[in-house]
């Protein structure tokens, strides 16, 4: 599982991340440096496993990184806070600090930003030639658009919020779109028939990492157990920069959607209950989820199960995201084009028609392994 | 999903209860007159779901129960006690009062007994007696044996247990055979050749109702997420017989066996950790298991999840015994033969071969139902 | 501790509670009969251990049960239902019927009722005239009113909310008043004067009874270690009507306000964090209070306590109103007016100048059976 | 609340600590320095809180560190190993390694290492010559030795343990003692002439830092609202040092006394239910401790609390350890001598006689605050 280094000859892979500078973001560049490196094991990445070998996938070493951000605080500056508060091992900020200020000349800035006068249309164009720029300058292959920024508002009517700006640029510019978000992302009206046309793989979106990876297990577990859910209730504290973004009740109540989409499809129907995000400063990247379950068994028998998830939300996320830039990459290498439903695995609303339930994901991720594996490619 | 009533014509299945006046067979003799007369749903039997739809099992209704045991507690008396600590609903044994007495009606006592004189070969014999006087007497098309009595210790050198007289017995009797328990039963090396020699299908062992039930979903999740477990521990409080019985270490540890067992095969290794049972008297027949599991995630980064089942186990293991007796009386009447492997969900410790995630499981037991479509019967 | 039949010499002392027919009234009805029968011992009532001998409290068969509702469904039926739900055992309503029929027939009408034409004065008059022909009817030495209703919300402006003409009427009828609710009663400024005038004792407001009992002696432990509370965070599950009650935000708000208070007044300072109360009508009258506690100790290394509170309010409310209206009975008898601070013990918003931490208030309540101890009263 | 230096002229108190180089120690240690130092706030130091201000306290900067241990480990190093374990804050050995050092130097062997030929006699007296060295070369007004050493199993027979010897060097050498742990330390037949006929002031044992902290909160509060306590479980879980030595059933054994004990001093009787302590080396030196408490309540409804804290163990115990040290200090210079029983607030098994209730404790100790504020001292 060791990461081997880039030979000469294999082709380099752009990684572009939508909120480059956040902690999750962060957190895939700096891990992706790390295992590079050796030192530290891939915990947490699929694509790592045997079931990815001989797939064909883009090694951690030919990733390059760059993003869109809206804030200047510089990545290695942002991964010395990331330390501080226990989401990185303390003197990995240093041991890497050379891959940090690569990615971190890399960053353009993001917008709208507040007193913007640029339109949307010139906003997307900017985008894509700050892709295109990439690509030049890096030498590239490809580019892989992951969107990896706080939760933004649902949108109210029919303007284009940030995301779908990024989208469309990611469109124009001929680059696969991953939306780790429950952001609009590529979900705009406004951009489906460019989507369409531009015959691209897509992944997204809203990443799967805590309760509601939980709920993806236990709700089928329910469910083939054929016992009665009367109620699942939930409660999230997190701090950090998605702690606060949550705290707009129109954020939460995306993340929510996604939330509870996972137990309607996994018990049939949605039960009673309601979850809660709370901002709470103290606990920084660190997040507690509570979850409630009240269920009949045999003859009405009333039971409960609790769970108390405590994980960080960033280091949960960084390996999703690198396995998704990776498989997203060899997708759009191999030729193929629209919604990758294979990929629900990894999010709460996945794309295209897949199961549910966790297990049954891992068994589609598994059958997308072996088709890969038969796949051409540049490199094989 | 509402059960019918048994058609004048539909031949009569026998359900033999090792362990008759226990709670789990209480439980299960109760809730089956309970859902025989439309009083409840069938929660947490799965053979009640659509997947069994025309897979020709015995309907409820066509279940005739008797047993063996060592103590004289009636079963009427039994499930006053258990409606009394909330295990069947209130008012439920007056309203199926003449199902108990006819279940109790068929109860033999059980052995050997304290100063029973009896040999090994002499108590197989009288129980097998037992089974076919019941056969014969109520005109069974075939009698399915069931252990649900306590966990005995692990044996001590060659002798039978008493769980392996009763199996022993089934054989001598041509009855197939499942051990909802971890004792012996079968698994006793000077039973192999008589089970090989008999051609009946038989399951078990250890039914999987609450702690490893919830392992065996956790477990396969973080495999799959490729989440490095650093520790899994646990504690069980209960009460009633079980948690009585199983306050002797050497019951203990063959429980304990089994639960382990789930995590090793489900994680790779099994993890550090230990697995607490204690008996808890004020708790009765509910138990709670509360299970911390320390991860890691990615860059080492150091997550925790905790899990609290508060639950009946009668209550849980009664709508999976119904099961298996429909399943197992379905397999004999199809001239099925040995370990039914495909039966794995329902157990810690399966026979035959198997994968021991839950989801694998049920999608096993989705095969077998389709399976016993395509199979003969005499009803059909 | 087995309570006495009333001496026939022994003054009779009434209780009038708003709210009368509802889940907490119900159980204090039941419960005082199914005590002074001699059927469950007098678990969680604090007047009925040694503390409190020789106090001259009037004892429980002495109490004489009366009440406002604007609901029409009978006590025997409300507690059949109350046993349903496992709040009451099962078979206490049928053996002591003819206490609640006896004690439904001292139920009036509450109000203001839907298209009610009686302004403020008008029903504070009928309101007190209820009370004055209970003492008369009755031969009752004295009566408390307890206000143990669902909580309403906080008012807007100057209009008498309905506990407060309830209050008002106890006022004008002479009665002690207690008010075991988040609700306003006592506390409206159009009312300061006439309770300053009217020389009664009275307490509350806002029974203690879950997740705010266990915050008055958590809090006071962090204080006395010098422990800094970072953050504390609580989310509440029930059903029943008050978890429907509460369901309405503004109702919410004044629950919270009280568990807020607890942890301010015993920290020194509210700690970040929110408190959530969800209607799950699944749950009935059962509560599940989780709080989560993050916590700073020596050089400020991070720790967290997590407590899940499992209970029945009502169960837990009931003996409280029991302790509350023998001793402000008492203290009515004795003499004493204005604010009982002594009784903080009980309350989550008390009366008066008290300590909040719960320790204290035991101390405090102590010396206050001391006083009583010392003080004359009728019947001694 | 921030430490002065030490005054030219304060005179110097030293901190004997057997298992110098443990965590505990280690922490206690670096823990004075950094405060010193103004890096830190004094959380946990119940001493740096307003109740001590005026009452002759030995400052912080005044403290002069030594100890006996069997291990080699330096302290800078095993500091180093604390801070990547969490415990201690990352940088913050190598900022006060000078302070490290110079206590690592007054570390000298302790015994019997294994081969060792001295009798008991011998020991003691080479302990009590460490003891006196240390006082003269760093020209110390007094010594207070305080045991933070792993817990010793319990004594089997009449040979005096280790812990007894350390402190019948504390004895010989007139230097006050305090025992942290639940080991026997001056608790053995063989020492309590001697110990009387010293005239010195002692205190313990076993620190009160966690699961039996809330315990010491949580039994009274059910003790005075009357509620029946039905059983009350618990497990926990830790590594380390800690973890390992109380592998040993012995020392569990040991261990678990101090914690039924606080519960059946608070309750009245002590409830059903164990408690384990599981040695799980992946926790390193934090603690999980779950605490299930099954209860009744009025007419025996049936509830249930369930506690779980998770703390680091040595930055508990740290503070406290500073706290003992100084009062013990404090009260041999005014003269007092015997057991200190107004600091059971510290302790879970406390010497002399005392309240069990935390809160109680913590008012014995103010008591005790205002007693030393009237005592003379050398410096005022």
Not at 38 to 67: D, K, N, Q, R, Y
Not at 126 to 142: E, H, I, M, N
Not at 309 to 328: E, I, T, Y
Request: hydrophobic share 45%; with cysteine; net charge negative.
């Amino acid at each position: 599982m060791s990461p081997m280094p880039a030979s000469l000859s294999e082709p380099r892979v752009g990684v572009w991340l939508i909120g480059a500078r956040g902690s999750v973001a962060t957190t895939v560049i700096a891990g992706c440096a790390a295992l590079t490196a050796g030192l530290h094991p891939p915990t947490g990445m699929v694509t790592e496993t045997s079931l990815f070998a001989e797939c064909g996938l883009p090694t951690l070493s030919s990733l390059v990184f760059g993003g869109h951000d809206t804030v200047d605080c510089p990545l290695p500056k942002r991964a010395e806070a990331l330390a501080a508060g226990g989401v990185l091992p303390p003197g990995l900020p240093s041991a890497i600090a050379a891959e940090l200020e690569a990615a971190d000349a890399e960053i353009r800035p993001g917008g709208p930003a507040p007193g913007d006068t640029r339109d949307d249309s010139e906003l997307v164009d900017a985008f894509a030639a700050d892709l295109r720029d990439f690509v030049r300058r890096r030498g590239l292959t490809r580019v892989v658009v992951l969107n990896v920024a706080s939760t933004e508002p649902a949108p109210v009517g029919s303007a284009l919020p940030p995301s779908s700006l990024y989208a469309a640029a990611a469109l124009a510019a001929g680059c696969p779109y991953v939306n780790f978000t429950p952001s609009t992302g590529l979900h705009h009206p406004a951009l489906a028939s460019a989507a369409r046309a531009a015959r691209l793989p897509y992944a997204g979106r809203d990443g799967k990492t805590g309760q509601t990876l939980l709920r993806s297990v236990l709700g089928p577990m329910f469910a083939q157990r054929a016992l009665a859910i009367r109620a699942w209730s939930g409660t999230n504290l997190l701090g950090g920069g998605d702690g606060a973004s949550l705290a707009d009740p129109a954020a939460a109540a995306a993340k929510n959607a996604g939330k509870e989409r996972v137990l309607a499809d996994t018990l049939g129907a949605a039960p009673q209950g309601e979850v809660h995000i709370d901002d709470v400063p103290a606990l920084g990247d660190w997040k507690t989820a509570w979850d409630h379950i009240a269920f009949d068994g045999f003859l009405g028998t009333r039971m409960i199960l609790q769970t108390t998830w405590q994980g960080c939300d960033s280091a949960l996320a960084a390996p999703l995201v690198l396995d998704l830039a990776r498989l997203v990459s060899r997708a759009h290498e191999a030729g193929l084009s629209g919604p990758l439903s294979e990929l629900g695995f990894y999010f709460k609303d996945p794309v295209g028609d897949g199961p549910a339930a966790l297990g049954e994901q891992y068994a589609a991720l598994a059958g997308f392994a072996l088709r890969l594996r038969a796949l051409p490619g540049e490199t094989r």
